[in-house]
């Protein structure tokens, strides 16, 4: 027997026997990831300097070199030529200065002209976590892998000052240029419930910092900013541009990851450089519910970079687990990395677009096509012919009749709110109708993605998307949050489209052709490997078309 069948035999025999999938570091590992990045083991939190060098693409990320909990946190390294498939190296940055001998914390890579990388990053001086921020550059300039860092040894390069709390002062951004030839940095924090980005400006050399009198924004009952992100999107098209890029054809995002339950939030609005404020286009805070997020899931501490070779703008964002602290240090490890995204500015210019990479394709195989046909209320259609449990599946929906869709309250603004109040077995008229994913055979365990549509205000029709996972596993111990978003789609309209990428234990999905995306952790104990299906289905009353349905295995990419 291969190892595949010895674990599979041992899953088997532990399902008669309890039921419930035992947990065992180097045995069984039923929820790592074939084709999401992960580490051989330990914990990862945030995407650390994504960059594009010499061809080859940098992930660094926060990293436990000991164990699968939080703490010793270093800049773990690898690269890749393709975002999809990752060689690992030796860890890039850890604590050993004064300056950072409590733990390196995250921060972001800029490049400098003459095509030179430089690394800010969030330096803890001692144990009442105190925060500054110091430049690594790399040893050898000639590594297109960028092994080495050299640590700047005048840093810390900046400290906090008054009223700034010194634990509440870190993850500096890509820094971007102004005519003046003065690069500009945010950094995350918080005043009197006030979440803030501070701004810096340097010397040429980048080397010499000085804090503005006034932040890039800042929002009133906003927490504490982790991991502020600011950069242009083009006007026209889904190009990317380079950070420093101003002007009549860009507008402007600044992104803030916020607590209490976490969420990255952004707002789009206008630049000026010559008073270097930032002046969003909607006048609400970015923490308001629902608000623009990148993703209404699982989702955090992300962070985009300019890829120069295919002008392109990639987002890069963590995925934690909804498991046990207790189930994760049995399984060995914590953390996941989203699918990298391409991002650009929707042609209403109210929100961003996302879409997983274009090479994430390469991994499809065994394409299953379904022709177009109805799915009658009530009922449920298997895509059979692939692995169910890593799997990248597309559908779209078509409805006529929308005269019976049920109204929706005018006091319903919360979208995570109604898709928990109205779970895959709550009837309407149109919805719930999507994907179940990470099946068992009987549905006593399955991920519904789906959507509901509502009559709204003024003859407009609401489209509700939902990710349930109360019934995504018989383990109680996990969190089973259902998430949703309202989807900008007009159904009457546009088609009504569902991407959903299946990895195990994630479920990453995309509706609308990326105008929504939401971010699932799961654990079945029955959908694993070959025992996992995936089926489309229609709980409504009402009959809708699947109008479209392809569907691929995936190959396992090299992740580490
Ligand atoms: C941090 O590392 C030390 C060894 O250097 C180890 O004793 C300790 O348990 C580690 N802490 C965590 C939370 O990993
Ligand atoms: C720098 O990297 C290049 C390319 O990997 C290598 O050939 C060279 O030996 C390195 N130089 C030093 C000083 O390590
Ligand atoms: C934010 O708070 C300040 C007082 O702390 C107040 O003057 C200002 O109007 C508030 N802004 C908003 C948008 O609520
Ligand atoms: C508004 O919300 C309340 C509870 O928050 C609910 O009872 C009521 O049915 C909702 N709809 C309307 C139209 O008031
Ligand atoms: C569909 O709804 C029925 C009853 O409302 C429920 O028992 C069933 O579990 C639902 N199907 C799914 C897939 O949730």
Known sequence: MNNFSVSLFLLFSLLLTHGIVELQASTNQPYRTGFHFQPIKNWMNDPNGPMIYKGIYHLFYQYNPY????????????????????????????????????????????????????????????????????????????????????KYPKNPLIVSTKPIDPTLFRDPTTAWLGPDKRWRMLIGSIIDNKGLAILYKSSKDFKHWTKENHPLHSDNNTR?????????????????????????????????????????????????????????????????????????????????????????????????????????????????????????????????????????????????QLPSKFVEAGSVLEVSGLTAAQA??????????????????SNSTNPQLLCSQKGASVKSAFGPFGLLVLASKDLQEYTAVFFRIFKGQEHKYVVLMCSDQSRSSL?????????????????????LSLRSLIDHSIVESFGGGGKACITARVYPTLAIEKDAHLYAFNNGTEKVKISSLSAWSMKKAQIN
């Open 475 to 495: 383990n109680d111990k996990n969190d089973k949050t259902s998430y949703g978003a309202f989807l900008n789609v007009d159904p009457v309209h546009e088609k």
């Open 224 to 368: 504490m900013w982790e991991c502020p992100d600011f950069y242009p999107v083009s006007t026209i098209g889904q190009k990317g541009v380079d950070t420093s890029t101003f002007g009549p054809k860009v507008k402007h995002v600044l992104k803030a990851s916020l607590g209490g339950p976490p969420r990255d939030c952004y707002t789009i609005g206008t630049y000026s450089i010559g008073k270097d404020k930032f002046i969003p286009d909607m006048e609400e805070s970015l923490g308001v519910v629902p608000g623009l997020r990148y993703d209404y899931g699982k989702f955090y501490a992300s962070k985009t970079f300019f890829d120069s070779d295919k002008n392109r703008r990639i987002l890069w964002g963590w995925v934690s687990e909804s498991s046990s602290a207790d189930d994760d240090k049995k399984k060995g490890w914590s953390g996941l990395q989203a699918i990298p995204r391409s991002l650009w500015l929707d042609k209403s210019g109210k929100q961003l677009v996302q879409w997983p990479v274009v090479e994430l394709e390469s991994l499809r195989v065994n394409s299953v």
């Open 392 to 409: 990248d599946i597309e559908i779209s929906f078509e409805m006529t009749d929308f005269e019976k869709a049920d109204v929706l309250d």
């Open 67 to 150: 164990a699968a909990v939080w703490g010793n946190i270093t800049w773990a390294h690898s690269t890749s030529t393709d975002l999809v498939n990752w060689t690992p190296h030796d860890i890039a940055i850890a604590a050993s200065q004064p300056f950072d001998s409590h733990g390196c914390w995250s921060g972001s890579a800029t490049i400098l002209p003459g095509g030179r990388p430089a690394i800010f990053y969030t330096g803890i001086i001692d144990s009442k976590n105190t925060q500054v921020q110091n430049l690594a550059v790399p040893k050898n300039y000639s590594d297109p892998y960028l092994r080495e860092w050299f």
